[in-house]
């Protein structure tokens, strides 16, 4: 239910048509509830459907002009009585760290790349942050409502600076324990496929009716390890 009371608190802050809504979402409220355009103009419809929000007069409006929609009583009701309500916080579900506590039994071949890939990632919407926390926020924009912004926008900074600094910590550990760089394959054989390996590398002698040639070349241990690509070892 969360998407309409976004767009409701967006209206409250500034009527606005369906357009001005997705990209006033793409630069602020989007940052943490994101909609799409069609989803936007969808919840435009039922919240207008529901006597919550009106499209405004526009007089004599010109061809191809948008639609402007503001929040009625209802819609201002309905958004208090949300704001207020208590909810629990979401269970964590992010499939990075899932990826990596499968990589502790199957091998993190390609997950170190994609480590470095997600720090720059998080490193960039922090320095996004800091630049909105730097433009929107100078010293001395203490208004009540600012503040309560603010602190939205001091969640985002949080978050990403414990990304990078977890990511940092992650490849470090990567960094000390190269094993967790080698392929899969390389770990200890399955029983039967090792039976069937010591079957290949038997001498004919143990073969009923064979000839003795000589002992069997044992192939090394390390023989099946892959080769890195050119990424690297390692892969929000």
Same mark, same amino acid.
């Given at each position: @239910?969360?998407?309409?009371?976004?767009?409701?608190?967006?209206?409250?802050?500034?009527?606005?048509?369906? $357009?001005?809504? *997705?990209?006033? !979402?793409?630069?602020?409220?989007?940052?943490?509830?994101?909609? *799409?355009?069609?989803?936007?103009?969808?919840?435009? &419809?039922?919240?207008?459907?529901?006597?919550?929000?009106?499209?405004?007069? %526009?007089?004599?409006?010109?061809?191809?002009?948008?639609?402007?929609?503001?929040? $009625?009583?209802?819609?201002?009701?309905? =958004?208090?009585?949300?704001?207020?309500?208590?909810?629990?916080?979401?269970? @964590?579900?992010?499939?990075?760290?899932?990826? $990596?506590?499968?990589?502790?039994?199957?091998? %993190?071949?390609?997950?170190?790349?994609? =480590?470095?890939?997600?720090?720059?990632?998080?490193?960039?919407?922090?320095?996004?942050?800091?630049?909105?926390?730097?433009?929107? !926020?100078?010293?001395?924009?203490?208004?009540?409502?600012?503040?309560?912004?603010?602190?939205?926008?001091?969640?985002?900074?949080?978050?990403?600076? !414990?990304?990078?600094?977890?990511?940092?910590?992650? $490849?470090?550990?990567?960094?000390?324990?190269?094993? !967790?760089?080698?392929?899969?394959?390389?770990?200890?054989?399955?029983?039967?496929?090792?039976?069937?390996?010591?079957?290949?590398?038997?001498?004919?002698?143990?073969?009923?009716?064979?000839?003795?040639? &000589?002992? %069997?070349? %044992?192939?090394?241990?390390?023989?099946?390890?892959?080769?890195?690509?050119?990424?690297?070892?390692?892969?929000?």
């Amino acid at each position: @239910m969360s998407l309409p009371h976004a767009i409701l608190t967006a209206l409250l802050e500034k009527p606005s048509s369906g $357009l001005e809504l *997705t990209r006033r !979402f793409d630069k602020s409220i989007g940052y943490f509830w994101s909609a *799409t355009h069609q989803q936007i103009y969808r919840e435009l &419809g039922k919240l207008e459907a529901e006597s919550l929000i009106r499209a405004l007069s %526009a007089g004599q409006p010109a061809r191809g002009q948008k639609k402007a929609y503001e929040v $009625l009583p209802a819609g201002r009701v309905e =958004l208090a009585r949300w704001a207020s309500t208590s909810q629990d916080p979401k269970p @964590m579900r992010d499939a990075l760290l899932l990826r $990596l506590r499968a990589a502790a039994v199957v091998g %993190a071949e390609g997950l170190e790349a994609d =480590l470095r890939r997600h720090l720059e990632l998080h490193e960039r919407q922090l320095a996004e942050y800091q630049e909105i926390e730097r433009r929107d !926020f100078p010293p001395g924009r203490d208004a009540p409502d600012d503040r309560l912004r603010h602190l939205v926008l001091r969640a985002g900074i949080d978050l990403e600076t !414990f990304w990078t600094g977890w990511l940092g910590h992650a $490849l470090a550990e990567f960094a000390e324990i190269p094993e !967790f760089n080698r392929n899969a394959e390389n770990r200890e054989e399955p029983e039967n496929e090792g039976s069937a390996q010591r079957t290949v590398n038997a001498r004919p002698a143990d073969v009923e009716g064979a000839e003795p040639r &000589g002992p %069997a070349r %044992a192939e090394p241990s390390g023989s099946r390890r892959a080769e890195p690509d050119g990424s690297g070892p390692g892969q929000t």
